[in-house]
């Protein structure tokens, strides 16, 4: 599955060199927030941005971000 950039800001800062209109697949997608949770200012993490790092998290990182 996709996800658009657009519809996740933190996500989207992580992937500041695309397009906001880009799509990245799931796993890419957990690949950046894994790679650059320093990055990530999670007192700006919408409801649904961090159910997406929860379900990625639970999927491709077998329940364990390595942060």
């Known amino acids: ?8 800001p933190q996500l989207k800062l992580l992937a500041w060199n695309r397009r ?4 990245v697949e799931e796993e890419e997608a957990f690949a950046l927030y894994e790679r650059n949770w320093h990055f990530v200012d999670e007192a700006r993490l919408t409801s649904s941005e961090r159910h997406l790092i929860e379900r990625l998290t639970a999927l491709y990182g077998r329940g364990v971000m390595n942060v």
């Not at 906001?20 to 799509?23: A, G, L, Q, S, W």
Request: net charge negative; hydrophobic share 35%; glycine share 0%.
């Open 1 to 8: 599955m996709q996800i658009q950039l657009s519809d996740y």
């Open 20 to 23: 906001d209109e880009d799509f």
